[in-house]
């Protein structure tokens, strides 16, 4: 039990997002939205929980995230009518939102399906720098019948052309792409035995984890970070050699559709990741250290899931989708527009977001003019402006003194503003101070932006 002298704070792996970085949250999420829609997406918003089994069958029982990072409860049942069931806070978008294709029969809508969604997701991992246990993902899915062509590589090279698109507007600089084919699920079995068949006689020299997902996952031994097992999974059999002639094609079509529009990236043949539904386009966007991630430097990650519907049960729906996170993109560019300021470079494009001043602040002269402020505040806001209204209590310094950090001018009214149908208005930047009458106000404040 707490104590009345111990605070309670927020559990470990969250925290609490304040103003004025809030506005850049808010920044970010409406850059994302802008350029979702000129590609035609429409937003989807699926429960944050949903019953364990979604996780377990579309994520994958082996992965990491399945095995040890879910909050899961049994949650009981409250009337006779209902059964007991195992509910878990989603970890990821991608398997809810394909959920809800299935449930609501989206594919029977014939056409592509271009969904994007804002939301956190939860995971109970080692809490660092850019990992939380509550953490926000932007993420994109196109999903549809193979009849709306949602099996083509032009869906792909569409996808990461946005992603592109996307950093760029939002300033990001310096970030680095890299993609891989890992092919279709017979593709990756092939491959899984010829992985197992040359982890076998040099599973004992790798460490502890690795020897373990050579059991488990062997995929995942390619994700591994550990410094000296390195040399001995570069020299592990490459997936490309084990794509078949469709998969290859395929690829060859995403990087074909790439370089056509000058987006630029690398072949990383390790880049397998964590999640079972991936087939085929695989990708991943970092930056580099020292830009505000330490360790934890992808920014986001995606890749295709072509029979990820029938594992939940659904029709065929081939698609392709990515998760951003949205957590990184704040801190790099918080990072980046750090060391630009440092190196006394221009502004970032990402600067926009500092939170600005208000157009005026209103003191009243006196709590009895405290009715008048209010009214006035009132009518200037709602013809637009930005107003912050002081209280008649504070003497003049101090009002002077709260207006000058939130606001471009204070308005003083007292007795003789209030009995004149006039207010005293002056602008910080130039000293200067005027009365001036009610009607003129909302236009003399315009003038000063
Ligand atoms: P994933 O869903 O694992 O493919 O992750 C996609 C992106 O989400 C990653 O590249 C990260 O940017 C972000 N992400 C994943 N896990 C976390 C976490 N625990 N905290 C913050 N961001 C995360």
């Known amino acids: 039990m707490s104590t009345p002298s111990s605070p309670l704070k927020a559990v470990r792996g969250t925290r609490d997002l304040l103003p004025p970085e809030t506005a850049l949250w808010v920044h970010v999420e409406s850059v994302a939205r802008s350029v979702f829609s ?75 399906q271009k969904l994007f969604y804002i939301g956190p997701q939860f995971r109970r991992e080692r809490p660092q720098r850019g990992r939380y246990r509550q953490f926000w993902q932007i993420g994109v899915e196109v999903l549809g019948p193979v009849s709306s062509g949602a099996e083509s590589p032009i869906r792909d090279a569409e996808v990461l052309e946005m992603l592109a698109t996307l950093l760029d507007e939002l300033g990001i600089r310096n970030w680095q792409f890299q993609l891989n084919s890992v092919g279709s699920s017979e593709d990756r079995q092939r491959y899984n035995a010829a992985l197992r068949e040359a982890l076998a006689p040099i599973k004992h020299q790798l460490c502890e984890d690795n020897q373990r997902r050579a059991e488990t996952n062997p995929l995942r031994v390619l994700d591994s970070k550990d410094p000296n097992d390195q040399d001995l999974i570069n020299a592990l059999p490459k997936i490309a050699d084990y794509l078949d002639e469709a998969s290859r094609d395929h690829f060859a079509a995403v990087l074909a559709a790439l370089d056509a529009s000058s987006v630029p990236y690398t072949i990383n043949p390790r880049l397998v990741r964590g999640l079972d539904y991936y087939t085929r386009t695989t990708f991943e966007f970092t930056v580099p250290d020292g830009q505000g991630l330490g360790t934890q430097n992808a920014l986001l990650g995606g890749g295709r899931y072509d029979g990820l519907s029938e594992m939940l049960g659904g029709p065929k729906a081939p698609g392709i989708g990515f998760a951003i996170g949205e957590d990184r993109l704040i801190l790099t560019l918080q990072a980046q527009a750090e060391a630009a300021k440092n190196a006394g470079a221009p502004g970032l494009a990402s600067e926009t977001w500092v939170s600005k001043k208000l157009d005026a602040y209103i003191a009243p002269m006196g709590p009895e003019r405290n009715p008048a402020a209010l009214a006035l505040a009132r009518e200037l806001r709602r013809a637009g402006l930005s107003i912050e209204v002081g209280d008649g209590t504070f003497r003049l310094k101090k009002s002077f003194e709260a207006a000058d950090k939130v606001a471009h001018t204070i308005i003083i009214l007292g007795e003789d503003e209030v009995a004149t149908n006039t207010a005293t208005v002056k602008t910080f930047a130039t000293g200067e101070q005027k009365k001036i009458s009610r009607a003129d106000l909302v236009e003399a404040l315009n003038s000063k932006q």
Do not use: C
């Open 38 to 112: 000129r590609y035609g997406f429409g937003e989807i918003r699926t429960p944050i929980f949903e019953a364990t089994e979604l996780f377990a069958r579309g994520v994958g029982e082996e992965t990491d995230i399945v095995s040890k990072e879910m909050y899961t409860w049994e949650d009981r049942a409250r009337a006779q009518s209902e059964k007991a069931q195992s509910l878990t806070l989603r970890p990821e978008n991608t398997a809810g939102v394909v959920r809800a294709y299935i449930e609501h029969k989206l594919g029977e809508r014939g056409d592509l």
